[in-house]
């Protein structure tokens, strides 16, 4: 499941990338909960966790279906 994920975020990334940000995978635990860590600009941008939710999450879902949820550390 780890590697769908990774596919899933390098279809994200170019876009977070466009602002400045980035995001990279820490883990996903056995019961599928996918753990990211958001970079640059997107770390502090107070708009981070619409995008992960919104965004991120919304994707990674759609794109790996044993994931149930996308959490930034």
């Not at 883990?27 to 909960?33: E, N, R």
């Amino acid at each position: 499941m780890r590697e769908q994920v990774e596919q899933a975020l390098a279809k994200i990334r170019p876009q977070l990338q466009a602002d400045g940000g980035d995001i990279e995978l820490v883990d996903v635990t056995d019961d599928g909960i996918v753990k990211v860590r958001l970079t640059g600009a997107c770390k502090g941008c107070p708009m981070s966790q619409i995008t992960l939710k919104k965004g991120v999450e919304k994707i990674v879902l759609k794109e790996v279906p044993e994931a149930k949820a996308v959490e930034a550390v």
